[in-house]
């Protein structure tokens, strides 16, 4: 899910190939604006750019769909040569320029949002589950999930374009989710369990920072002015809220 502040809209993609725009009400209510029906396989990962009134989406079907924000209709595609089953993480190195994106069949690649091209793909010898990633601009590192239990840490050459592996962390007990926590030099990581880990973005270095009270966490959210933490618990229904 994706949150398109300007127009209150939130953009959600599907297993059943759809993405559903909602509209949120003056009664705080979704409303179904929408239903987009481009994508021919899972639909996955969702990029607003708000400054270019476009958004981009992902999936398990080849190619990048780009969108125009205002009108919700498809304006053209970025070709990935073929390549399909992509993750829902679609990261930004250059905004407005650069976007990566990972493929279940093991690479990462880099596409040009301005000629629409790709520049680069970069093997990471593992199944590159990307649905989790970040990109630390200050840092010039870009943090992925590669595999159920790892995660690549790769430092973004501007000149060059390309990537170059710094590190791999292993041994997460599955499905690493990253997140970056505001001002503080530090990634927070969740391991899909009960465990929440820090990442120093300066040395590299990770602890272990608290167990959560869950049987298993899901999705997490951040309010980043009152410094909380929201958790979904993939097995009972609810969110658990903490403070960081």
Same mark, same amino acid.
């Given at each position: 899910?994706?949150?398109?502040?300007?127009?209150?809209?939130?953009?959600?993609? +599907?297993?059943d190939?759809?993405?559903?725009?909602?509209?949120?009400?003056?009664?705080?209510?979704?409303?179904? $604006?929408?239903?987009?029906?481009?994508?021919?396989?899972?639909?996955? +990962?969702?990029?607003i750019?708000?400054?270019?009134?476009?958004?981009?989406?992902?999936?398990?079907?080849?190619?990048?769909?780009?969108?125009?924000?205002?009108t919700?209709?498809?304006?053209g595609?970025?070709?990935?040569?073929?390549k399909?089953?992509?993750?829902s993480? =679609?990261?930004?190195?250059?905004?407005?320029? =650069?976007?990566?994106? !990972?493929?279940?069949?093991?690479?990462?690649?880099?596409?040009?949002?301005? #000629?629409?091209?790709?520049? +680069?793909?970069?093997?990471?010898?593992?199944?590159?589950?990307?649905?989790?990633?970040?990109?630390?601009?200050?840092q010039?590192?870009?943090?992925?999930r590669?595999?159920?239990?790892r995660? !690549?840490?790769y430092?973004?050459?501007?000149?060059?374009?390309? /990537?170059? $592996?710094?590190?791999?962390?292993?041994?997460?007990?599955?499905?690493?989710?990253?997140h970056? $926590?505001?001002? *503080?030099?530090?990634?927070?990581?969740?391991?899909g369990?009960?465990? /929440?880990? /820090?990442?120093?973005?300066? #040395? *590299?270095? $990770? #602890?272990?920072?608290?167990?959560?009270?869950?049987? #298993?966490?899901? !999705?997490?959210?951040?309010?980043?002015?009152?410094?909380?933490?929201?958790?979904?618990?993939?097995?009972?229904? !609810?969110?658990?809220?903490?403070?960081?």
């Amino acid at each position: 899910i994706k949150w398109y502040k300007k127009e209150t809209m939130a953009i959600v993609t +599907g297993f059943d190939h759809k993405i559903r725009i909602y509209y949120l009400n003056k009664n705080r209510r979704f409303v179904l $604006l929408k239903v987009l029906n481009e994508h021919t396989n899972h639909a996955m +990962g969702i990029l607003i750019h708000e400054d270019t009134s476009k958004f981009y989406s992902v999936g398990w079907d080849p190619d990048i769909r780009i969108w125009n924000l205002n009108t919700l209709k498809l304006e053209g595609k970025i070709s990935t040569g073929g390549k399909n089953c992509i993750g829902s993480a =679609i990261v930004e190195l250059e905004k407005n320029k =650069i976007m990566a994106v !990972g493929f279940f069949a093991g690479g990462i690649g880099l596409y040009n949002l301005q #000629t629409k091209e790709e520049i +680069g793909y970069y093997e990471t010898g593992y199944s590159c589950n990307m649905n989790s990633a970040v990109y630390v601009e200050s840092q010039g590192l870009f943090y992925s999930r590669i595999s159920n239990s790892r995660l !690549g840490i790769y430092a973004y050459d501007k000149n060059e374009m390309k /990537l170059s $592996l710094v590190k791999v962390i292993e041994n997460f007990a599955t499905h690493p989710t990253i997140h970056e $926590l505001p001002d *503080q030099n530090e990634i927070l990581i969740s391991d899909g369990k009960k465990h /929440l880990y /820090l990442l120093n973005t300066e #040395t *590299q270095e $990770l #602890t272990k920072s608290h167990e959560l009270d869950l049987v #298993t966490a899901g !999705g997490f959210a951040f309010d980043r002015k009152k410094r909380r933490l929201f958790v979904t618990n993939r097995i009972m229904s !609810g969110i658990s809220i903490f403070q960081y």
